[in-house]
């Protein structure tokens, strides 16, 4: 058959300005919302959200042109070629239909995440073209065996179904062996897990060679076997990859990666961030100094590793920073990342305390008292407010009770400064 009587006459030339549509429209909040401005790996990360969607297109597309052998009774010829080769020319449209979807998405997530900085993680968009390929071809099958009118929407809801409805089962790695967990990758300082990734690669290849030897030998007992030799491999491969996984797999981006300046302090920032460097180090530089003015100590190393080496501070890591997320970073960076394990087992008076303190720590770092409210609320700021009023050695005495009860489970916090004592303390 001629390449332009495939194309012509492929379903999947009808559905690609239909995907391509259902996608650009009706996915593009989903696929942009909270995409890391500048990073590639969240933005083609999010980009794999649309798997869910374009996957279940290729399964019906490819039932759509399993039944056309069917029902032209090819299998029933003079076997001049094999099975395999009847349906690659077959699905090769189907295929092209997958890559136009993601590359839609992509195309969407690119436009919002603007990275300019790196090269992207080529190896997602290898998984999504060998999950595509494994749905086209589970399809096709179905479409051999099955009529039209069943086969069809069976492959759009089964292909659905597999692909988004693990993601809201037990255990949480059960989605991971699907789509392969990079739908929300990543922070500035993540990278993807790629035992998750591999784990979906996996499992399609198992279906892939499943459908090769389904197409290909002609032996039934053999083909069965074959079959399911391939189909348990992928399975059991995929698991013993996935298995264990938390819900966002991502892992401690390299420190290498970090572009360090200045001596005291040392600020070392991602590379994505290089054209806001010189915002961050000044207000990273003077959020310090007045932290140390108050009395409280700071290391000389200001970070966005977030696995800070001992003596350096992790003060956060903003795709786009403003110079009060920066002061405030430094400053809260001084306080515990969580509460203490004894508060799993019992009472914990600091837990009130985190929020005035933090909300001290930013404004006497310099952030904006507005903003301060917002995130950490109205009455935290109003202490923290009321603290700032206080004779400095009483405020660095109400920082280091508070900071110890943070710390401990049997420390209590501070009592927050009252109107009447900041008139004393005047």
Not at 40 to 64: D, E, I, K, Q, R
Not at 160 to 189: D, K, R
């Amino acid at each position: 058959m001629l390449w332009r009587t495939v194309v012509r006459s492929s379903s999947a030339t009808w559905l690609a300005p239909l995907l391509a549509a259902f996608v650009a429209l009706l996915l593009s909040d989903d696929l942009t919302a909270g995409v890391t401005p500048g990073y590639w790996p969240s933005t083609l990360g999010h980009a794999t959200f649309a798997l869910h969607f374009v996957a279940p297109a290729c399964a019906t597309a490819g039932a759509w042109e399993g039944s056309r052998i069917t029902r032209g009774n090819v299998t029933h010829w003079a076997p001049t070629r094999s099975g395999l080769a009847i349906a690659l020319p077959l699905l090769a449209p189907v295929f092209v239909l997958g890559a136009v979807g993601m590359a839609v998405a992509t195309a969407l997530t690119i436009s919002t995440g603007q990275p300019d900085t790196g090269t992207p993680p080529l190896g997602m968009v290898l998984i999504w073209l060998v999950v595509l390929a494994a749905h086209s071809f589970a399809g096709f099958l179905l479409g051999k065996r099955m009529p039209l009118v069943v086969a069809a929407p069976l492959a759009l809801v089964l292909s659905f179904v597999l692909t988004a409805y693990p993601a809201a089962m037990e255990p949480l790695w059960l989605c991971h062996m699907v789509t392969g967990g990079i739908s929300s990758c990543c922070s500035l300082s993540q990278t993807p897990d790629w035992r998750a990734a591999a784990s979906a690669l996996v499992l399609a290849l198992g279906v892939i060679a499943a459908a090769v030897v389904a197409l290909t030998v002609l032996a039934r007992r053999a083909r069965t076997a074959l079959v399911t030799v391939a189909l348990l491999a992928g399975l059991a491969g995929s698991g013993w990859l996935a298995y264990g996984l938390p819900a966002d797999p991502v892992n401690a981006r390299p420190a290498e990666q970090l572009q360090c300046a200045g001596d005291n302090p040392r600020v070392c920032l991602w590379p994505e961030l290089s054209q806001q460097a010189d915002m961050i180090r000044e207000n990273a530089a003077d959020a310090r100094s007045r932290l140390q003015q108050a009395g409280l100590t700071v290391p000389a190393e200001l970070t966005m590793d977030k696995q800070a080496e001992p003596g350096a501070l992790f003060i956060g890591a903003w795709p786009k920073p403003t110079p009060s997320q920066v002061r405030a970073g430094v400053g809260t960076a001084l306080l515990p990342s969580g509460p203490p394990a004894c508060a799993e087992r019992g009472p914990y008076p600091g837990a009130n305390a985190y929020g005035p303190t933090a909300a001290w720590l930013a404004r006497t770092a310099g952030a904006d008292p507005q903003e301060t409210a917002r995130r950490y609320g109205e009455p935290e700021n109003a202490v923290a407010t009321r603290a700032l009023r206080l004779a400095p050695n009483q405020q660095l005495a109400w920082f280091k009770q508070n900071s110890k009860a943070l710390r401990d489970c049997t420390t209590h916090p501070a009592p927050a400064p009252s109107p009447r004592s900041q008139e004393t303390s005047r």
